[in-house]
């Protein structure tokens, strides 16, 4: 009897499914949503394809699959179709150890670099750096109970992460890769909670008026924000994203380059 699912899909022209940073934010939110009742245990896009472990049946990985990819094109504008899905199953735990490895190396082993901060998998949710896929930690502690977190920082390709404050011109690139947002404009909770953690983590060493050019709103919305209780697991988040950045070659920061008003709010 299987113990998971190992799915792959992609589109019939093999084009990359999810390409800029707000892409693969996106993707990743789908997959997340949509997998949860699933048993979601790891996903990856590296470029043309997606890879997606779930602790299901067959019938229900097929189902999944339908979801995920109809997801995807109506909320990625994809005009080609995807072809029907390869579902494999995995029916013992060395299986599944080493479909979990395999799945969260595909950027490694394809060669892709522009995915830096692996947002187009549940990597950063399982080491604390994004919050919507932390129940995929649950999830890969009663599957793979020897996986720990040094085995995790691996597959990132890290040493170790702690929690930092700088460098503060990455803070809000910091905050959108730990929200998994486009942008932190709006109303919604996700962007206000976003907005709060952020001045958490760097208001102590700005005036207000720099930090409501930082993140484009008004001072008094900055008192306005101040007077909210703040989320800590995202407040952790961003500093592990900052720590994360920072130990990033200058290269992978290029294809992560922050907005520009970043620069000017703290240097203008």
């Not at 998971?4 to 940073?21: G, K």
């Not at 949509?34 to 790891?42: E, F, G, Q, T, V």
Request: glycine share 4%.
């Amino acid at each position: 009897m299987a113990i998971a699912q190992h799915l792959c899909l992609r589109l019939v022209n093999d084009a990359v499914i999810a390409a800029s940073p707000a892409e693969r934010r996106m993707l990743a939110r789908v997959v997340l949503e949509r997998a949860r009742k699933a048993s979601l245990i790891a996903f990856c896009q590296p470029d043309n394809h997606l890879h997606v472990v779930v602790g299901c049946s067959r019938d229900t990985a097929g189902h999944l699959a339908q979801a995920v990819t109809h997801s995807l094109r109506a909320r990625l504008g994809l005009e080609a179709r995807f072809a029907p899905p390869f579902i494999k199953p995995i029916v013992e735990a060395r299986h599944l150890n080493a479909a979990f490895r395999y799945v969260l190396r595909q950027p490694d082993r394809h060669g892709v670099s522009g995915d830096s901060l692996r947002e187009a998998s549940n990597l950063p949710d399982l080491l604390g750096l994004r919050e919507i896929g932390s129940y995929t930690r649950v999830n890969v502690r009663r599957s793979l109970p020897r996986m720990g977190r040094r085995d995790l920082l691996q597959l990132l390709g890290v040493d170790e992460l702690r929690p930092a404050e700088e460098p503060l011109e990455r803070v809000i690139d910091a905050a959108l890769a730990a929200a998994a947002l486009p942008s932190l404009e709006g109303s919604t909770g996700e962007a206000i909670s976003a907005r709060r953690a952020v001045l958490a983590v760097v208001s102590s060493r700005l005036p207000c008026r720099t930090l409501a050019a930082l993140l484009g709103i008004s001072a008094r919305s900055v008192q306005w924000l101040r007077a909210r209780a703040v989320d800590p697991a995202m407040v952790m988040a961003i500093r592990l994203q900052l720590d994360l950045l920072s130990r990033l070659p200058a290269e992978a920061l290029r294809a992560e380059a922050p907005f520009a008003h970043v620069a000017s709010a703290l240097h203008g």
